[in-house]
């Protein structure tokens, strides 16, 4: 009677998965800018909205906007003109640049539909209008690749796969398999935002090894044992500006 009651919740926990499975592979489409195949599960106003909604509850965990509005407006520009010259021009996507009054906190970040934050305090480690536009370059990036559409997608089908896992007792394994896949994902999100940024930065009329510079300067402010939020999911930083160099090779024109 037992082993009747196992085999039934292993045939509705595989079939559970293999449900989550389909739904996924049908979700496979082609990223009209990227040329990258990957799954999505929502429309591009839908990514619009979801960056408009949460754009105001961000900046406020950040301390809020930076008060001097000059300062503001210089982010806006060059944001702006990476955005103007180059492929992110022609996407449906409504680009907004924030600099946010957070001054302890290292970051820069991009909500999908192209809303992007910068702190006060990684704008104050910069050096130059060009590393300025290396980071903006690369936050454009994560939304042209629909990088948080994805990772929506993604928990999604983790979501699903889980709950079949846990019916038949293999929770754990599946969860593992899933936090791993995520992580995995984010490495290489950062490493195409990377090379997109570069392609913005040429576009632009910038000169692209700044981005090395912001490399750099993230690697010196973690310091050998902190990690700033920037950087957590990221990729080893000598190993980006390997990557940064070969697309810089790429792209020069
Ligand atoms: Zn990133």
Known sequence: MRRNKF???????????????????????????????????MTTDQEIAIGLQSAPQMTQQYGG????????SYVDMVGNKLV?????????????????ADDQTINAFALPGGQCFITYALLS????????AGVLGHEIGHVLGKHSAERIAESDFWKTATTGATVFDMGGAAGGIGQKTLLRNGRDDELESDELGVQFMIDAGYNPEAMIGVMKILKTAAGPNRTPEFQSTHPDPENRIEKIRAAIKKYKK
Not at 65 to 72: F, I, N, S, V, W
Not at 88 to 98: G, I, L, R
């Open 65 to 72: 906007l930076y008060p001097d509005e000059r300062l503001q």
């Open 84 to 100: 103007h010259s180059s492929l992110a021009s022609e996407t449906p996507y409504k680009y907004d640049f924030h600099l946010l």
């Open 125 to 132: 480690k910069l050096e130059s209008e060009e590393q300025l």
């Open 7 to 41: 085999k039934i919740r292993l045939l509705i926990g595989v079939a559970i998965i293999a449900f989550a499975y389909i739904q996924r592979c049908n979700r496979q489409e082609v990223n009209p800018y990227t040329g990258k195949k990957q799954a999505i599960s």
